[in-house]
């Protein structure tokens, strides 16, 4: 399948990119989004960033007519100011994240991110790291797994899942996973629309690649990158991101947090952002229809003052 940058336009948009500044793309993925954005840099510069080192190098061939304009480099978004410090950067004029797994990850069955395809356990971002999802799932204990399927995938399923899980360790594959989850939910939970395993494959893939607290990290890290006028813009797929995203922009929009009683303001905090979109920024009826993956994706976007 071809890859198909979400809200592409609209997220060219918010960076309201500036001739000569300089960009970051934290999920550089295969480029698509680095690519329209060095298409409009006129002498600027893209730094792309990813945990993939597939992603990595393909990426790079795709965009080496750009030259020196692109660079990509291989990391987590804590790693971010370290990254740009190590490439003598102090400031950006903007930051990209379009979270979660990419859809070349999810096609490479291979990976282990797909319950529609059989693989063994794996789901990392970054294959060179340890602690695959095999070692997670036959390795956690009842309280982990049931709070992970909780907290990471909002299954009401959970504690009874986490029971089938153990009862059925060790689990090899990605349909095996799948097995273990489905014997564990009601008729009624299987005739869902959505498929039963959902749910569950989207907490241990976030628990496997500590997605939140490195989400939350990369945000304040951008946060103190980002030049004045800069732009910070992040697209998320399910509600735990974009509930951090929401309230981490709203921590940075706001300004001073004394009691309304207080005469005067002691706690001296002023906004560090001003919002740029009141309402998140959601893919047209097309683009839904083009690309079927788009339909959960939100975009937010803030502005250094």
Do not use: W
């Not at 400031?91 to 994240?97: A, H, P």
């Amino acid at each position: 399948m071809e890859h198909m940058p979400v809200l592409l336009n609209e997220c060219i948009e918010a960076l309201d990119l500036k001739p000569g500044g300089t960009y970051v793309d934290a999920t550089l993925g295969r480029g698509g989004h680095a690519g329209a954005v060095l298409e409009l840099l006129d002498g600027g510069r893209l730094i792309g960033i990813d945990r993939d080192s597939r992603a990595i190098e393909e990426s790079c061939e795709r965009l080496s007519r750009f030259g020196g304009s692109f660079c990509a480099v291989k990391g987590r978004f804590s790693e971010l100011r370290e990254i740009l410090r190590a490439l003598g950067i102090e400031k950006i004029d903007g930051l990209l994240m379009d979270l979660g797994v990419s859809s070349p990850q999810l096609d490479d069955a291979a990976r282990g991110f797909s319950y529609m395809q059989d693989a063994r356990l794996d789901m990392r971002m970054d294959a060179d790291e340890p602690g695959s999802a095999y070692e997670l799932i036959n390795g956690a204990s009842f309280d982990e797994l049931k709070r992970i399927l909780y907290e990471y995938g909002e299954e009401r399923y959970a504690p009874v899942i986490a029971r089938r899980i153990i009862a059925r360790r060790p689990l090899e594959s990605t349909f095996q996973l799948v097995e273990a989850i489905k014997s564990a939910m009601p008729p009624s939970a299987l005739r869902e629309k959505q498929h039963p395993a959902k749910r569950s494959f989207q907490a241990f893939r976030i628990a496997v690649n500590e997605e939140l607290s490195e989400l939350e990290k990369g945000i304040e890290a951008a946060a103190a990158l980002i030049a004045p006028e800069g732009r910070l813009a992040v697209i998320t797929f399910h509600s735990l991101e974009d509930r951090i995203v929401k309230n981490s922009f709203q921590r940075l929009c706001t300004g001073c947090v004394c009691p309304k009683d207080f005469p005067v303001c002691v706690c001296k905090k002023t906004p560090r952002f001003r919002p740029i979109t009141k309402r998140p920024v959601l893919p047209s009826e097309r683009e839904t229809q083009e690309n079927p993956r788009s339909r959960s994706a939100k975009l937010r976007v803030c502005e250094k003052i």
